[in-house]
């Protein structure tokens, strides 16, 4: 059975900042399985990039936590967007919006394109 690639570096931030938009409050094994099942089963996050990539997000003040209690009652950090998150959130997703135009350029390009 073919392994589920890691989430490729530099998105992880997007994809979390999006997921928190969209679903609101939610501790970090939430956040790592909505990523998973928002791309289809087709990702994994890892546990060890994730929780530091939230610290991070959270020192940068994108991000701000409390304790909280999941939903099988055990204790966890519940992480939420931040007003200054939503503007990177949309700083991220204007600037990935422009690299994957670029990159479908390449794509698209023919031999006789170039002359």
């Known amino acids: 059975m073919k392994e589920k690639p890691d989430v490729l570096q530099g998105t992880l931030a997007l994809m979390v900042l999006k997921t928190l ?4 409050s939610q501790h970090g094994w939430g ?8 791309s289809g089963d087709l990702l994994a996050v890892n546990q060890g990039t994730l929780y530091p990539l939230l610290l991070k997000l959270e020192h940068e003040g994108s991000i701000a936590s409390e304790w909280g209690v999941s939903e099988n009652n055990r204790r966890a950090r519940f992480y939420r967007l931040t007003a200054a998150g939503r503007r ?12 994957a135009a670029i990159i479908a350029r390449f794509f698209n390009v023919k031999a006789e394109d170039l002359t």
């Open 31 to 38: 956040i790592a399985r909505r990523i998973e099942q928002i």
């Open 88 to 99: 990177q959130l949309q700083a991220e997703a204007r600037d990935w919006e422009q690299t």
């Open 21 to 24: 938009d969209v679903l609101g």
